[in-house]
């Protein structure tokens, strides 16, 4: 092959997603997709109606790089309150393209080569790459999965431990977690925080994209609020999550100013601002998301509200699903649903060259017109047999969806 068409030695590894796979997959059959997280539903009225104010008010040049001041104004009054201190909006935020921008670049700010990431799996994908890109070394921990019949995947704190040592620069967790939904409780986040006061040199990344989609009455708990953690964490949010606009693309962090510094450093190279105009509509949607809302005390709770229906919805098609007899498990927070998968169903065509979690999503969307993500995926290469036998399911989609899979899969 000629040089020029050699993509670089930093990208040769990473030419893959589950997401460029499965979303084309399950359009070329006409699939009901359950696979990739984003909402099949329309996103809020007051939404639309911010970005046209927004539009209206002519906020469409580009805006000071850490974020829009009125929108980091409107995060630091959100997360004052939720964090019981005061946030200062010039110093303690940086506002991204989406969360996964914003992890990049903190990423991209605290590792050198040769650094390792300690990072909980399942993971979601992109944390590996990112890591490896900037040539960190990602070290996994695997969680303990629920036997069958219960739901709670477990953290051994000992490995955890273990894991940490003189070249660990960031650790990462997820909390509501995608794949497996686990919320971290306060005495999970309480040793996690008791290991990470003893290597004082480790930044901390908290992706808590689905802070406020948790399930029956569990606290989401942040660990950047823990002991002295806040001056070298960054807690990654995401409107696209919380509003159910995820092509928007904006996200932010918040954390301590020195920590917050790595990422709008890097993001001032990378694209320099993110959307203002879409910052503008997210900095008036965060005031009117804490009003009543079509019958609940605010926005948050109809939402919560909504995926706690759609939890109790999948669940039962899952267990009810004769074609593919899986064993769903039931997550904390977030908005997906994993389920053990029936090892000897499918094809053996389907298996060829792959893991049977693919080899089961490929089948699915294929024959059956359901698609699902091969839980594998979330997984580091040599942990990946962790994750063979788990496939998700979201819970973001529309009520005619699940009423479609339904009869699919039953
Ligand atoms: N967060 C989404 C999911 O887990 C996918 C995001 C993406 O496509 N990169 O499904």
């Known amino acids: 092959m000629e040089a020029w068409k050699l993509i670089s030695k930093k990208l040769e590894p990473f030419q893959y997603t589950v997401w460029t796979e499965f979303t084309p997959l399950a359009i070329k059959y006409n699939a009901v997709n359950l696979g990739q997280g984003f909402p099949a539903f329309k996103c ?18 580009y805006s000071r790089s850490q974020g829009y001041l009125p929108l980091c104004q409107e995060l630091a009054r959100v997360y004052s309150s939720k ?5 200062n909006p010039l110093t303690e935020i940086a506002v991204t393209i989406g969360a996964s921008e914003g992890i990049m670049c903190a990423l991209l700010g605290m590792v050198n080569p040769g650094d390792e990431v300690v990072m909980i799996e399942p993971c979601f994908d992109l944390y590996i790459p990112q890591t490896a890109i900037f040539g960190g070394i990602p070290v996994g921990v695997p969680l303990t999965p629920p036997t069958p019949g219960e739901n709670q995947w477990t953290l051994d704190f000992d490995r955890l431990e273990a894991a940490f040592n003189e070249r660990t620069r960031v650790f990462m967790i997820n909390t509501p977690h995608n794949p497996i939904g686990k919320v971290f409780t306060r005495q999970e986040i309480e040793k996690i925080a008791e290991i990470l006061e003893k290597w004082p040199n480790v930044c901390i990344i908290s992706d808590e994209v689905y802070e406020y989609i ?17 001056d070298r964490t960054v807690v990654f949010g995401s409107a696209g999550k919380i509003f159910s606009v995820t092509g928007w ?30 910052q503008g509509a997210i900095a008036r949607m965060l005031r009117i998301a ?22 109790e919805i999948l669940h039962n098609l899952l267990k009810n699903a004769t074609k593919i007899g899986v064993d ?9 649903m994993c389920a053990r998968v029936n090892p000897s169903l499918i094809e053996s065509s389907y298996l060829e060259n792959t893991t049977y979690d693919f080899a089961f999503c490929r089948w699915m969307t294929e024959k059956l017109g359901v698609c699902a993500i091969p839980c594998s995926a979330f997984y580091l290469d040599h942990h990946k047999q962790d994750g063979e036998n788990l496939v998700r399911f979201a819970l973001c989609k529309d009520y005619k969806d699940y009423e479609a899979a339904e009869k699919l899969l039953s």
């Open 214 to 230: 948790t399930y029956d009455g569990r606290e989401h708990i942040s660990i950047a609020n823990f002991g002295n953690l806040w």
């Open 83 to 87: 964090y019981n201190r005061e946030i």
């Open 328 to 336: 769903p498990i039931i997550p904390e927070g977030g908005y997906f």
């Open 44 to 61: 809020p009225e007051f939404a639309k109606q911010a970005l046209i104010d927004a539009t209206n008010s002519d906020e469409n040049q």
């Open 290 to 311: 804490d009003e009543p809302y079509i019958g609940f005390p605010n926005y948050y709770e109809w939402m919560k509200n909504e995926y706690t229906r759609k939890r």
């Open 249 to 278: 693309k904006t996200g932010w962090a918040i954390g301590g100013a020195d920590a917050i510094k790595k990422i709008t450093t890097a993001h001032m190279w990378n694209t320099y601002c993110s959307n203002t105009v879409a």
